[in-house]
């Protein structure tokens, strides 16, 4: 297994160090080790039931680690909540759509760009007459290409749309890092795209770790790849190591096209 | 409007004609529905039939369903006085209802006439000229009860009610005239079921008797687990237990047991005899004590109509007050305080074919006042 | 305070107990399967109670009673089920709750218009009334033990049901998922009304065996209803062991509460405020254990997340 | 203005207009009659608050409503006996000045549903209806033993309680001192909808994760909604017993808290006016049903029924034929 971890922690955004979990007989997690370093998008691969959505509840503080450590911008976070985290600039979309539906496309935006300022305990001003909020989180649709669709219903959106919408909440935090879980799923060839065209700026502003299928951005995206199989990081390493790595292609790669 | 009924059965013209006619306007606000309607219809169906014996058209009475929820009954109230203009009112059983109706009533000008609830505060601080208790004052059948545990050489009594503010009376009424010691005191959940705990209670108590106040279903439960636990204690309470409506859900349980009342259908008066046939013929059941205390007020109430013209209230009030009319009780006179002065008798269950009813075995009280007429300033 | 009295309280509140599991053991199977809160099982135990005096009153059989009671009351839940529960499946519990909550303004009114507002008979039959005498020289009524008999017998076969047959397999699917039952080619819509009449019946039992020693009237389900939902909260929601174990909980709590907090106020108070202040704690003490476990464990001792 | 809008206003409009009318034809029990659509109303627009926008199915608002009863009955029971309420450790009097008692009504209905919802919250889902229902048969089984003020015979007021500068016992004036409460609740609600607030706690119902992911505690926004709703329903219940001069724990029954919720429900879940029109059409339900039979409310459920099964938008769904909006 090729370490690539960078022993030093210098510029490591998000560490997670020998993390694992169990459901009962099923171990999820197994001492998983990696990290995110500013300016680069680290690619999590795997098939399906490698663990891998396990893992990104586990940063995101939404399941507890049986054991191990995950650390935020050099800040061990074990204590902390999925809020708290998501406070310290975690910004996070879902394989599974979460967003509101019954508002509008513009409100879920404004949702994400409160939650940054804060003050949500307001109980007289309309929050869309609020002109900051507003041109922040329009700024947000704009860039993910969105912002003909702010009047729209989320319910009445697109898989690819509310994918899209996602990121966009996600961008209205201005996070640190981005958690991102399958973001291209039912995006199409062209949507998939644009989008890879976008966050391949998007890791100057933060650093990605991205969960994804879509082994064509990925290869077109990623500074490193982890490969996970069974709860297990096999390997790391740049996207030509991974590529050639033989056990990467027996346990994962060897089962489809050759890339 | 719940239910108009307009009387003056005698002659059938348009109910329209009739109110346009009708002189005097009673407003009956009474249970219908909800836990608790056996007792309204009894009071209801009793008052009902003295007014059609009376057969007078200048008469009309609004009749309303509280619900039991003393939110509706003061509403009720309201709408009669203010929209509807009653002169008299009357029906309401219970009496947290009573406390909400009763001092706004009166203090608008109306006459009350209670058939059935009689809470102490109207009796003594908070009387009313204009409040007139038919039934009796709350703690009377308790009084005589405790009475009579004196007489039946009752010295060690376990005495149970529910923990609300008219069991608390039921069990000051008790001692109040009771001599012996007591065994035990215990005040139960409203609406509770299960005696399980109490009767076990009861039987490690050494207690020689048990009274006990449980109206409605809560005295239906007690009984028939009573009479299945094998403790054989006598067992004394007021009417309310073993009326006519409810003894028949309690059967064989209750036989022989010694209850207290102010009337019963065997008392031996011209008009209860008139009474107890007409209403059997009328509604096919038995009368019950309700049924009685509504016959009763519906009569004191025509009798004043008799003598005084209702808009000339101080001599409605004093014909009131004479009470001069034929009670099913036989002698009927009310205290200072405008609540009775009359006997309590004891009353034993008894099995006549198959129906479960009571027959009167001594007299608890005679000529019973309440405990509060002193504290009225009226 | 003897230790015959004490072991004769502690036989009521397990009396008490079986009686709420009877209740419990419907509420609970039916969200445990279905995911549907019933606000109107109350309603069900009291058609139980009724067609159990009326068969009684024609047949004079207890027996006859108590079978005309599960009879009774099935047959009712499978009407509702199929009228109206059965929409209310992929509602929310809102929804659930204002259905139900219906059906109980509809069942109560509708018995009072049919029989009146007068409470029916029904009593303990000749062979079970009256008292035996239990080792140590304890006196308790026959008829309570037979309740404590039937409860624990239906218990047990409510735990052989659900873990031993097929309907049990069936059921124990539906818990986890629905759609692997589909897959199994189970008519779910059978198993739904099958389910539902089942917890109907059992209500029905305790309505009849309730009925026998209270008394049989019109809103006589409903104070056992929020017993029951109290008892499913406490042992989780859609765990038949839970509400055994909060069944028994509740039973013993309520009736040893009612017994001995005045007792205990009795210490250092006078004896009159002592009994009412006792029994006004007493009538809020089960609603003090809920809180306090719901504290300690958010879905009740036995439940799983929903 | 949309259909909705038409219908808010027309309803709002005709619940001053009749007691109005009412007052010069000198029909004072139908200016009663809407006072108790108001005051329920008010009710009602509390409990939306936390089921209509919060998503809290809760069971138990009647204790809210029977807390604020039971400071009015207090109160103004210390008053007329002139007994204080407290000697120690200052002399506290009770009070028949209706600002006094609803701030008091509002204060400790606020603070109850402070812990009820601090405990409750920590459930959810039908967890979450169960506990607010013990929580409420816990406050009722006290009320109905608490004999020192009344116990289930409820505390009854001479008269009815005083506001400087009006006579609240014309029966018009004390209407509007209601209507004109209704009137600030329900713009009260309109801006807590819009606010920052409300578009949290709106989401917070759709989406859980979604307000977790963006940085917001939904136990922090729920637990506020939970106790502004109490205390705007504390408010309407000192109300309601200022409108029966009379308190008694059947305010606190868990019927009580049904009835609330069917309010909000009759009239369309989450719609601004929807209690509105709910009391207003259950109590011209009550009293045109009961006139037709004693069990009037056969047919009240029924139709309830009715509505929950076939007409899920309520009144205002049905009229305006859309879905809720959140702009």
């Known amino acids: 297994m090729t370490d690539m971890t960078d022993p030093s922690g210098a510029g490591q955004v998000l560490k997670v160090s020998d993390l694992s979990k169990s459901f009962g007989a099923l171990q999820a997690s197994k001492n998983i080790t990696l990290d995110l370093r500013a300016g680069e998008i680290h690619a999590l691969i795997g098939p399906n039931g490698a663990g891998k959505s396990t893992l990104i509840k586990q940063i995101s503080g939404e399941l507890r680690p049986d054991s191990g450590s995950v650390s935020l911008l050099g800040r061990p976070v074990d204590d902390l909540d999925r809020v708290a985290r998501a406070r310290m600039g975690l910004g996070r979309t879902f394989q599974i759509s979460a967003l509101a539906m019954e508002f509008t496309v513009l409100q879920n935006a404004v949702l994400g760009a409160l939650g940054a300022r804060g003050g949500v305990f307001r109980f007289l001003g309309n929050v869309m007459r609020d002109k900051a909020l507003v041109a922040q989180a329009e700024h947000a649709l704009e860039r993910v290409g969105l912002l003909s669709d702010a009047k729209r219903r989320t319910a009445d959106l697109s898989h690819g749309q509310r994918r899209q919408l996602e990121v966009a909440v996600a961008l209205t935090l201005q996070p640190k890092l981005f958690l991102m879980d399958e973001p291209m799923a039912g995006l199409g060839a062209g949507g998939s795209q644009a989008l890879t065209g976008f966050l391949d700026t998007l890791r100057h502003e933060a650093p990605i770790l991205l969960v994804e299928h879509d082994m064509d951005a990925v290869f077109a995206l990623a500074d490193r790849i982890s490969v996970l199989v069974y709860g297990e990081v096999i390997a790391t390493g740049t996207t030509e190591e991974i590529r050639n790595n033989a056990e990467v292609q027996r346990a994962y790669l060897g089962e489809e096209e050759p890339v | 409007m719940k239910t108009l009924t307009t009387m003056a059965l005698a002659t059938a013209v348009s109910a329209l004609a009739m109110s346009a006619a009708a002189e005097t306007k009673i407003g009956m606000i009474t249970t219908l529905s909800g836990g608790g309607a056996g007792l309204g219809v009894d009071v209801r169906d009793g008052f009902m039939l003295a007014m059609e014996q009376a057969g007078r058209d200048d008469i009309e009475v609004v009749i309303e369903d509280d619900q039991r929820k003393p939110e509706s009954a003061v509403q009720i109230a309201d709408r009669m006085i203010q929209s509807e203009k009653v002169d008299i009112m009357t029906g309401i059983i219970w009496s947290n209802l009573a406390m909400a109706v009763v001092p706004a009533a009166t203090a608008q000008g109306v006459f009350y006439l209670s058939p059935n609830a009689g809470p102490s505060a109207l009796a003594g601080k908070r009387c009313h000229e204009n409040y007139f208790n038919v039934a009796w004052q709350n703690d009377n059948l308790h009084e005589a009860a405790g009475a009579y545990a004196n007489d039946a050489g009752l010295k060690n009594s376990y005495i149970l009610a529910p923990n609300y503010p008219a069991g608390k009376d039921a069990l000051t009424g008790y001692k109040r005239m009771y001599q012996g010691d007591l065994a035990g005191e215990t005040y139960t959940k409203m609406g509770q079921t299960d005696y399980a705990a109490e009767i076990a209670q009861i039987r490690a108590s050494g207690a020689d008797s048990v009274y006990f106040f449980l109206p409605g279903g809560m005295g239906i439960s007690f009984l028939k687990q009573y009479a299945d636990s094998g403790v054989d204690l006598p067992v004394v309470g007021p009417a309310f237990s073993f009326d006519q409506g409810i003894l028949q859900a309690v059967g064989g349980a209750a036989l022989g047991i010694k209850n207290t009342s102010q009337w019963n259908k065997d008392l031996d008066n011209p008009a209860n005899t008139a009474f107890v046939a007409a209403f059997e013929q009328k509604y096919e059941r038995l009368p019950s004590l309700y049924a009685s205390q509504g016959y009763d007020t519906a009569n004191l109430i025509l009798s004043a109509l008799n003598k005084a013209d209702v808009d000339d209230k101080d001599a409605f009030r004093a014909a009131l007050k004479a009470a001069e009319f034929d009670s099913v009780r036989g002698d009927f006179k009310f205290g200072d305080n405008h609540h009775p002065i009359q006997n309590i008798y004891v009353r034993e269950v008894i099995q006549e074919g198959d129906v479960f009813t009571n027959k009167i075995i001594a007299t608890g009280l005679e000529n019973h006042a309440d405990a509060y007429a002193a504290e009225c300033k009226m | 305070m003897s230790l015959i009295l004490i072991l004769e309280q502690i036989l009521n509140g397990l009396q008490f107990g079986v009686m709420l599991f009877l209740m419990a053991a419907g509420l609970t199977l039916v969200f445990g399967v279905m995911g549907l809160i019933n606000l109107a099982h109350g309603a069900l135990y009291m058609v139980g109670a009724f067609a159990a005096a009326i068969v009684a009153a024609w047949t004079g059989s207890f027996v006859l009673a108590l079978v005309a009671s599960l009879a009774a009351a099935a047959a009712a839940g499978a009407l509702v089920e199929l009228l109206v529960i059965r929409k209310l499946y992929d509602r929310d519990h809102l929804d659930q709750v204002l259905a139900t909550f219906a059906l109980i303004l509809i069942f109560s009114e509708g018995t009072r218009w049919v029989f009146g507002s007068f409470p029916l008979f029904l009593d303990v039959p000749s062979y079970l009334s009256g008292p035996i005498s239990l080792p140590g020289g304890i006196e308790y009524p026959l008829y309570r033990l037979t309740i404590i008999a039937i409860g624990l017998v239906v218990a047990a076969g409510l735990f052989w049901l659900i873990a031993r047959t097929r309907i049990g397999i069936q059921i124990r699917a539906g818990e986890s998922d629905r759609e692997m039952i589909a897959a199994l080619g189970v008519d779910i819509s059978k198993l739904y009304t099958l389910v539902f009449a089942l917890g109907a019946a059992l209500a029905g039992l305790a309505g009849a065996l309730v009925g026998a020693i209270q008394s049989v009237q019109v809103g006589m389900g409903e104070p056992v209803l929020i017993l029951a939902f109290v008892v499913i909260v406490i042992g989780g929601i859609g765990s038949i062991k839970g509400a055994m174990v909060g069944a028994l909980l509740v039973g013993l709590t309520d009736t040893l509460g009612g017994v001995f907090l005045p007792q205990l106020f009795g210490l250092f108070m006078e004896p009159a405020s002592a009994t009412s202040v006792g029994a006004s704690l007493a009538s809020m003490l089960i609603y003090i254990l809920m809180a306090a476990i719901l504290l300690v464990r958010p879905s009740g001792l036995y439940g799983g997340q929903h | ?327």
């Open chain 4, 1 to 327: 203005m949309n259909r909705e809008k038409l219908l808010n206003t027309a309803v709002i409009l005709l619940l001053l207009a009749i007691p109005l009318w009412a007052h010069m034809a000198e029909e004072p029990f139908l200016i009663t009659l809407a006072t108790k659509v108001a005051i329920l109303a008010l009710a009602g627009v509390g409990l939306n608050i936390a089921l209509g926008i919060g998503g809290l199915v809760s069971l138990g608002h009647a204790a809210f409503f029977g807390i604020g009863g039971y400071a009015m009955g207090i109160l103004a029971a210390h008053a007329q006996n002139y007994e204080p309420l407290a000697e120690w450790p200052m002399l506290i009097e009770g009070t028949n000045q209706m600002p006094v008692i609803w701030l008091v009504a509002v204060v400790a209905s606020a603070l109850a549903a402070l812990v009820i919802g601090a405990l409750s919250l920590r459930t959810s889902g039908v967890y979450f209806i169960m506990i607010t229902l013990a929580f409420g048969q816990m406050l009722y089984y006290f009320a109905i033993s608490w004999t020192a003020y009344g116990g289930e015979d409820g505390l009854s007021i001479w008269v009815r309680n005083e506001f400087p500068g009006l006579n609240t016992l014309v029966p018009l004036e004390f209407f509007l001192i209601c209507y004109v409460i209704l009137c600030a609740a329900l713009w009260f609600a309109a801006r807590l909808a819009r606010a920052p607030f409300g578009l949290a706690l709106s989401a917070a119902r759709q989406c859980e994760a979604r307000v977790e992911t963006v940085g917001i505690t939904p136990y922090q926004l729920r637990l506020t909604a939970f106790v502004i709703s109490g205390a705007i329903t504390g408010l309407a219940g000192a109300l309601f017993a200022d409108l029966n001069r009379f308190v008694s724990p059947t305010m606190l029954s868990w019927h009580t808290s049904g009835e609330i919720m069917i309010f909000v429900i009759i009239g369309g879940v989450g719609r601004l006016f929807g209690p509105v029109i709910g009391a207003a059409l259950f109590i011209l339900l009550e009293h045109l049903l009961g006139g037709i039979s004693d069990y009037w409310q056969i047919y009240l459920g029924g139709l309830l029924l009715i509505i929950v099964l076939y007409a899920r938008g309520g009144v205002i769904g049905a009229i305006s034929g859309r879905e809720v909006a959140h702009d």
